[in-house]
């Protein structure tokens, strides 16, 4: 499982673009996030490169929490 | 944007419908994000969803991610009420993004409307009723 947390996002449809965006990326196997926190929890079948994770939360128009 | 007056015979679920669904056109087709949240919001608008609070500078913000990934949405209003500058509605909003996912989401609202129509302050909770 991978976490990390997303700045930007304040309601539902942030958490359904920033969950599309995620469910694009090679070996994502489900989104699971938590719009309170900001926290994102990837799990996946196989190691996700951090740099591939930030292009497309940015690529849906947000940020991830460096 | 239709203007409600409290004594126009523009029922509230129409009014409702207008507002949201026009607003969302403007946003969807374009134009400067600042222009079109100040035709439909007044500067001082405290936009509070699920406990989570926009002021005018923060929903100007929040529509750069809504163009980029936002294709259509509807709105149906489901009931509505007025009175005087209050208006409260329960609404369905259907998003389809841009890769083809669609949310489906469940909105109670309560709002101040300003005399010109422009929304001052909603309080809003929602709930995904999204059916994968």
């Known amino acids: 499982m991978t976490t990390f947390k997303v700045l930007g996002m304040t309601c539902s449809h942030c958490v359904g673009f920033v969950t599309e965006a995620l469910e694009e990326l ?23 490169e951090p740099a591939a994770i930030r292009a497309a939360v940015e690529a849906a128009g947000y940020e991830v929490e460096r | 944007m239709l203007i409600f007056d409290g004594m126009s015979d523009l029922s509230a679920r129409e009014f409702v419908a207008d ?12 134009g400067d994000a600042a222009a079109i949240v100040d035709r439909y919001y ?20 929040h529509l750069r991610p809504v163009r980029k ?16 500058d209050r208006v409260a509605a329960r ?3 259907r998003a389809e993004l841009r890769r083809g996912r669609t ?9 101040e409307l300003a005399p ?6 909603t309080t809003q909770a929602t709930r995904d009723v999204t059916v994968a």
């Open chain 2, 19 to 30: 507002f949201f669904g026009s607003f969302t056109r403007e946003v969807i087709a374009g």
């Open chain 1, 26 to 48: 090679p070996g994502v196997e489900s989104v699971e996030i938590d719009l309170s926190t900001g926290t994102v929890a990837l799990a996946t079948d196989r190691p996700v």
């Open chain 2, 103 to 111: 949310i489906t989401t469940e909105v109670y609202l309560f709002g």
């Open chain 2, 69 to 84: 990934n936002l294709v259509s949405c509807s709105y149906d209003v489901h009931e509505a009420i007025r009175t005087g």
């Open chain 2, 42 to 61: 007044t500067p001082d608008i405290e936009q509070i969803a699920d406990g989570v609070t926009l002021d005018r500078q923060r929903l100007i913000d």
């Open chain 2, 91 to 93: 609404f369905t909003i």
């Open chain 2, 116 to 121: 010109d129509g422009r929304m001052r302050r």
